[in-house]
């Protein structure tokens, strides 16, 4: 079994319903997740690196000074990296299976709500329901 087939796969949790890697689009298809110093020119802003859900609930997100270890921020990426932000305020409520995942994203659904997702906690709400349907959260 290689990495695709492992994607492909429908594991069944512990909650009564399944979870196949292939069924969700992830951050890292938008942003850095490790320091990238010579990837980007104009900086905006510092982020702390991102393994999975599990080390984002533990470590901070945006970084008041730069580091070695900070992830820089493009003008560009960075409504992706207030996702992150947002996305780590409702990650302990989402089923402990998601935890060695990258951050989760539904990317064409964020882009039409992005002005009032940033803006809205209702919207986020609702935008994080959505992206968890079917599986146990504890949303407010």
Same mark, same amino acid.
């Given at each position: 079994?290689?990495?695709?087939?492992?994607?492909?796969?429908?594991?069944?949790?512990?909650?009564?319903?399944?979870?196949?890697?292939?069924?969700?689009?992830?951050?890292?298809?938008?942003?850095?997740?490790?320091?990238? &110093?010579? !990837?980007?020119?104009?900086?905006? %802003?510092?982020?702390?690196?991102?393994? $999975?859900?599990? =080390?984002?609930?533990?470590? *901070?997100?945006?970084?008041?000074?730069?580091?070695e270890n900070a992830v820089r921020i493009?003008?560009?990426?960075?409504?992706?990296?207030?996702?992150v932000h947002y996305f780590k305020e409702? &990650?302990? !409520?989402?089923?402990?299976?998601? %935890?060695?995942?990258?951050?989760?994203? $539904?990317?064409? =659904?964020?882009?039409?709500? *992005?002005?009032a997702f940033l803006k809205d906690k209702?919207?986020?709400?609702?935008?994080?329901?959505?992206?968890?349907?079917?599986?146990?959260?504890?949303?407010?």
């Amino acid at each position: 079994m290689d990495y695709a087939d492992i994607k492909r796969f429908i594991f069944p949790t512990d909650c009564d319903t399944t979870l196949c890697l292939n069924d969700f689009d992830y951050i890292a298809n938008y942003v850095d997740k490790y320091p990238n &110093a010579k !990837k980007v020119g104009a900086c905006v %802003g510092y982020f702390f690196p991102m393994r $999975d859900i599990n =080390a984002l609930k533990r470590n *901070k997100t945006f970084l008041n000074a730069p580091s070695e270890n900070a992830v820089r921020i493009s003008q560009d990426k960075l409504i992706y990296y207030q996702y992150v932000h947002y996305f780590k305020e409702i &990650a302990p !409520k989402i089923p402990y299976y998601f %935890g060695n995942l990258d951050v989760i994203i $539904d990317h064409f =659904a964020f882009l039409k709500i *992005k002005d009032a997702f940033l803006k809205d906690k209702r919207a986020r709400l609702e935008y994080f329901k959505k992206l968890f349907q079917g599986h146990p959260c504890e949303f407010d």
